[in-house]
């Protein structure tokens, strides 16, 4: 009997994370950021992983200054900020020593509320699926993570 890629990744020590397709085609996932819970879309085209501005406080973030301006998603030269030290967990997978660029996301949300879908508090990107050895089952919707 062959092996499944659940089973094959979960005997290699992975864990593995349920997505959810929104109605925008991203995949949605919860992260607990800083120890508070909150949505995500994943984002493998994304080279940092990102927050809003207004997700400051409710994530307890400590910010500096940048002189990085950001683009995507249909928008560039955005303003950003950096904050550093930041305990990202997603299921069993945590680190501690995550960085996070803000910058507004009014964008992204008025285009997921425009196509019915709830609005995010920010984006994982590449950086956590790179350092979390990130493994993605488009089929099954689910993301295989190495602690």
Known sequence: MAETLETFLLNKG????????TKTNHFEIKATLNGVKGRFILDTGASSSCVGFEAVDTFNLQVKDSKVLAAGAGAINMETKMSKKNSVKIGKWQ?????????????????????KSKPVDGIIGADILKKSHAIIDYEKKQLYLKP
């Open 14 to 21: 992975y864990v593995g994370i349920k997505l959810k397709l």
């Open 95 to 115: 680190s501690d020593k995550i960085i996070l660029v803000l910058f507004n996301l009014t964008h992204v949300n008025t285009a997921l509320i425009d196509h």
